[in-house]
């Protein structure tokens, strides 16, 4: 079982949508990443959380530390948000990042 | 701009050939990374380094080198090809492994 779990693997949205994406862990965490991979497939870094909230833009993410959980939250969608959102943590004294598989978003006009 | 390179961005290898990749930072990170992504599943870690002179093996190491005789350079070696290999590999670095990380722009490797 992967440590990281990303639901959905796929979402399709309308223009100007709410958009959602889930991310559990199953291990001690002391950071959890977003990124973004584009269609060309390049991978940008979005947040970095170890508690509570940050906002950028359009773009929240939250995560519950005792859930073992955080979303992605994405308003007002636009076509140019589609991208796979990838969801990734660091375990507690680790160095390393263990990664979700990837969400896909299309977002249509 | 600052920021982590990756060459070649495209290769096509016959099964058994060698050849290394290189990732280059400006950034003065002292952690850099490379992974694999295979479709249907995640980033997988192959080795990484958390200063000049160390490297560490990670997830799926088998098959792969790499060396870090600069801070700013990582490498990436293949030294007899497998279709297995065939990936799109990238390099990464971050200044204190917690933070945020910056990614390079990804090499697609073809074994034939």
């Known amino acids: 079982k992967n440590e990281v779990e990303q639901s959905p693997q796929n979402l399709t949205a309308q223009e100007g949508e709410f958009i959602t994406i889930n991310c559990s862990y199953s291990v001690g965490i002391s950071a959890l990443h977003w990124l973004q991979q584009h269609p060309g497939g390049g991978i940008v870094s979005l947040f970095m959380?170890?508690?509570g909230k940050k906002k950028h833009g359009r773009l929240i993410a939250t995560i519950n530390i005792q859930e073992k959980h955080s979303s992605l939250h994405i308003t007002a969608s636009h076509p140019r948000d589609s991208a796979v959102y990838i969801c990734?943590?660091?375990?507690?004294?680790?160095?390393?990042?263990?990664f979700g598989k990837g969400t896909k978003l299309t977002v249509n006009p | 701009n600052a920021g982590v390179t990756q060459t070649p961005k495209f290769r096509v290898l016959k099964t058994g050939q060698s050849m290394t990749l290189l990732c280059a930072q400006d950034?003065?990170?002292?952690?850099m990374y490379w992974y694999r992504q295979d479709p249907g599943m995640g980033l997988r870690l192959i080795h990484y380094?958390?200063?000049?002179?160390?490297?560490a093996k990670g997830e799926v190491p088998d098959g792969y080198n790499v060396s870090r005789l600069k801070k700013q350079n990582f490498l990436l070696g293949l030294e007899s090809a497998a279709p297995s290999q065939t990936s799109v590999y990238f390099c990464a670095s971050s200044d204190t492994g917690y933070y945020g990380y910056t990614f390079g722009s990804g090499t697609r490797l073809t074994v034939v």
């Open positions: 950034m003065n990170h002292e952690y």
């Open positions: 380094s958390v200063g000049e002179g160390t490297t």
């Open positions: 959380l170890s508690s």
């Open positions: 990734a943590v660091r375990g507690g004294g680790s160095e390393k990042l263990v």
